[in-house]
């Protein structure tokens, strides 16, 4: 007599619950691992990535560009500066993690002598991404 061994639909069941159950788990906590990626992109982009481009536009302009010219002033000449313009310094300006504008201050608040960029950062809190 031989006996076949085997999972019964019980252990099937089973295992299947403790998949979904992880399943679940990671799912939830997707949202908490790409967040912090995303405010990591930010922290990049305003410690990082801009300061090339805005000390390139500060050597061929003599000064950073205006609060109102903005980062914009990286893509396109600002009016009355094309002549010392030497760009575009950025091919384009890219948007934060959420889909929204960087900002940016010259003189800046939290950098007095220089200038300050930052992010308002995920649009559920109260926190912005700043190069302070």
Known sequence: MSKNRGFSLIEMLIVLAIMAGIVGLLVTNMDGIFGRSKEQMARIFVNETVKVPLMAYKISIGEYPSTAEGLKALVNAPAGKEHRWKGPYMESLPQDPWGNDYRYAYPGVHNKAKYDVWSN????????????
Request: a neutral charge; charged letters at 35%; aromatic letters at 8%.
């Open 121 to 132: 950062g995920n649009p559920g809190k109260d926190e912005k991404i700043g190069n302070w």
